[in-house]
């Protein structure tokens, strides 16, 4: 089974609009760390935004947020003011505990292909 | 900002040679870890490592395939006996901690193997 789950394989957004990238997640763990990864075509992979388990509020690094919704199991990528630079994949990946068969090792989803058009 | 060097960024080779692919994680990182992703799909678990051994490993990493960390500071992916299908890009990362430490992932070698 599928621990990440990314259903978007594409997804379009206007120039200075706001775009939603969607994952869920499935674990058993109560104790799980989930990270945002965007890959652009040059081919790197850089961290954007980690929400854990615990945390009360949803993460936020600049024009990024993290939409947790934990009794949904979803760990939605909020970009606001999209930017011609964001076009690229995205990753969502997993960090669980041993607790649900884990290892602390982050599995990571198939990604979502983001355009951002002028 | 620190970040994890690979080299080469691109790596030719024949099939049925080694390769060694190189990395230099972040220094204060404790975890280290191989990815690859194949062109255009999943990023896929190769190997973790700590305190100079191997923690993890994934049914990909086979005995064809070893790491090493032969100094204070570099990182190696070895390919014994390379086949087509390891045609990848192959990632390195590190993480300072286990739980909610991000990965910091290196540039990427292309590796090609014809």
């Known amino acids: 089974a599928q621990k990440i789950t990314q259903t978007q394989p594409g997804m379009f957004v206007q120039e200075k609009e706001a775009v939603t990238l969607d994952c869920t997640y499935d674990?058993?763990?109560?104790?799980?760390?989930l990270f945002w990864y965007k890959q652009p075509s040059s081919g790197e992979m850089i961290f954007l935004i980690y929400?854990?388990?615990?945390?009360?509020q949803n993460a936020t690094e600049g024009r990024y947020s993290l939409n947790f919704q934990k009794a949904r199991k979803s760990a939605n990528l909020v970009i606001s003011a999209s930017q011609l630079g964001d076009s690229a994949m995205y990753f969502c990946?997993?960090?669980?505990?041993?607790?649900?068969?884990?290892?602390?090792?982050?599995?990571f989803g198939r990604g979502t292909s983001l355009i951002v058009h002028p | 900002e620190p970040e994890v060097t690979q080299t080469p960024s691109h790596q030719v080779t024949q099939m049925g040679q080694e390769v060694i692919l190189r990395c230099v994680p972040i220094?204060?990182?404790?975890?280290f870890y191989w990815y690859r992703q194949i062109l255009g799909q999943k990023v896929e678990f190769l190997v973790s490592?700590?305190?100079?051994?191997?923690?993890?490993k994934s049914e990909i990493f086979d005995d064809q395939f070893s790491v090493e960390r032969p100094d204070g500071s570099n990182f190696t992916l070895k390919i014994r006996s390379t086949k087509l299908e390891d045609s990848a890009m192959y990632f390195c990362?590190?993480?300072?901690?286990?739980?909610?430490?991000?990965?910091?992932f290196g540039n990427g070698t292309r590796l090609t193997v014809t």
């Open positions: 990362a590190s993480s300072q901690g286990l739980f909610n430490s991000p990965l910091h």
């Open positions: 990946a997993m960090r669980e505990g041993p607790a649900s068969g884990g290892s602390y090792i982050p599995t």
């Open positions: 220094s204060n990182h404790l975890y």
């Open positions: 674990t058993s763990d109560q104790s799980y760390g």
């Open positions: 929400q854990g388990s615990y945390d009360e």
């Open positions: 490592f700590y305190n100079n051994e191997i923690s993890e």
